[in-house]
């Protein structure tokens, strides 16, 4: 069949499926697809066979629109993180969008990102299903609700190679703020494979709406329960703010499933004491006497017995100073110790050599190439390069070729003349190669500049000059620039998809970041994470068994990761000392597995032994299955073993849970 008769096929399909009734069973076609397919017929007026890209954004809108989100991205951030590591392996990104369907972030393997650029899942698109049809995003956003929709279930003839699943994400009220969304390109798995990743992806989105409650309530007191003592303060427990008068303000999604309440509206302004009788004057003592001790307490209406504690928020280290990187001059993070060369090197041998090499050619006119994995530091190193460079007054620019869609990168360098494309400023842009003349240009990601700019910029290099787009003036600049990548571009030279002149250029001297599993300074780089994130106002203690969980580890995200999981340890850990409950490394899989055997076990760098491997679940070759595993235990764990409730939370039905417990051999003894 030629590819234009499978689109006539398909088209003609959709349209003779939804113009049937409601009533009518269709096997294997979900309900909510066909009525997202009769949407874009009669509301959208939307032709299946007719090929129609994504609308994306300006980068003006699109800077604004991530400005508006970036508390919110910056929240999610160790969850999105958390979610795309599970799903290593296995070709998907993780995707989050506003509520309208438009990308703000997302989160792909390297050697996938052209492919989801082509299919349009990238920054700055917008997925609303008016626009493009049945999709994850635009149909989870109809629908209100999450949603899987596998290849031919699309609505448009270019998109019936993806597999979407996509969960809304929710305000305490109900309200949706964002969607999360896990995407493949060209899947050959059959649809009810796509049944673990929407668990997968519910599951996280649950996580991402508990912090969003929490910092939401944060100058209330929240009442945080569970039927479990020991997921009291777990992700996935629920929460009741509550007023100075202890009524119900809100309520998060598995407050409302534990209580058995449908209506979110017959929780909101009731009085807590009509809900735990007098439990409550124990729960308010305890709170005023001893806070953080967790309570029993019973359900007045049905008798269940509940654990508990009434907390009031504090506010934890990542939402201080959610400010967007000024592009002129140095970011507020580039302070203090993480600003020092030679601080920043720590003890480790590896990075040590880098700081001194990094000082003797920092003033000398060499562009420096930062190799190293994707947060290992490269960003604040070049910052503190500048910061210890003669020009370290002048500006530091950064711009990260990974992050911006391919047709932005160009403005984003160069500049544009007022009006020279629809949606410009009106009075133009400077663009970042003029913005960071005498100061310094940090190009991020280097490796994923398209290949056009390449050319273009390797032109700048050499002439030292810059023509805006739409203008005809020549601007003389004096640039000084620090490239940083974490993908091999020698291989990349071999493939095409680097030029090689253009790495000579950059590369008078190459310094590498090691990954934090090589560091042999890694035990202090933990207690010095910890110190900068312990917002608690008081001293907090880690336990050695904590520690050498954490050494252990082999932190495939490296500092970043690092700083996330001990962020989530101290916003977990209620009394002074954090142990290994507080901490909360997500399973590994894949590829990532294998630097566990690598990874060093304390500060003299011994390799660890067999019996000392990382403390993670036994996980098959399949990044999905083992996902899916990890997902359906834990949620039973959560629900107390409870098949109904644990079905209900993973938004499948009871026989399904049965087949998937059956599939996996899960035990209660697990
Ligand atoms: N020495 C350090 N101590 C504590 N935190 C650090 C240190 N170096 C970097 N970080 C933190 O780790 C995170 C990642 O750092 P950075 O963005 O510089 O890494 P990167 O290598 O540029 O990452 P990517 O390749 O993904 O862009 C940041 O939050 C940064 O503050």
Known sequence: MTHNQKFRQHAERISSVASLNDGVEFLGIEREIIRSWQRCLSDDHLDPFKPRSPNVLEPQSLHELRSRFEAFIRLSEPELANLASALSGSGYAVILTD?????????????????????????????????????????????????TVHRDEHFLRQNIDLSCSASP??????NLLTVLDASCCGTEDSRASQIHTRALVVSYARLIEGRYFLREFRNQRVLRFHSRVECVALPNEAML????????????IVALQLLGIQDRNMLVGMSLSDLVGNDLDSLLFASKSNEGTVLPFRHQESGARFFGFIYKYKEPAPLRGLTIKPATQSPDECRGELCNLNKLAGEDPQMLEAAKRALRVVDKRIPILLQGETGTGKDLFSQAMHKASKRKDKPFVALNCASIPESLIESE??????GAFTGARKEGRRGKLIESSGGTLFLDEIGDMPLNMQSRLLRVLETEEVVPLGAEQLIKVDLNIVAATHRDLIQLINEGAFREDLYYRLNGITLYLPPLRERQDLRNIILKVLEAENDTGKKLQITPEAISHLLK????????????????AVALCDGDVIDVSHINLPTLVGRNQNHAHTCSTDSSASKPKNEDLPPVEAVSDNPLRSAEHTVILNALKTYNWNITRTAEALDMSRNTLYRKIQKHNIKQDN
Request: charge should be negative.
């Open 553 to 568: 580890y082999p932190w495939p995200g490296n500092l970043r990761q690092l700083r996330n999981v001990i962020r989530t």
């Open 169 to 174: 994400i929710l305000d305490p009220h109900g």
């Open 241 to 252: 703010a509550l007023s100075e008068d202890n009524r119900i303000l809100a309520a998060n």
């Open 413 to 418: 360098l160069f500049g544009y003349k007022h």
């Open 99 to 147: 509520n309208k369907g438009l990308i703000l972030h997302h989160q792909v393997e390297d050697n996938l990102a052209d492919e989801f650029r082509k299919a349009g899942l990238w920054q700055g698109a917008d997925w609303g299903e008016e626009h493009v049809g049945t999709n994850g995003i635009g149909t989870c956003i109809s629908e209100m609700r999450p949603v």
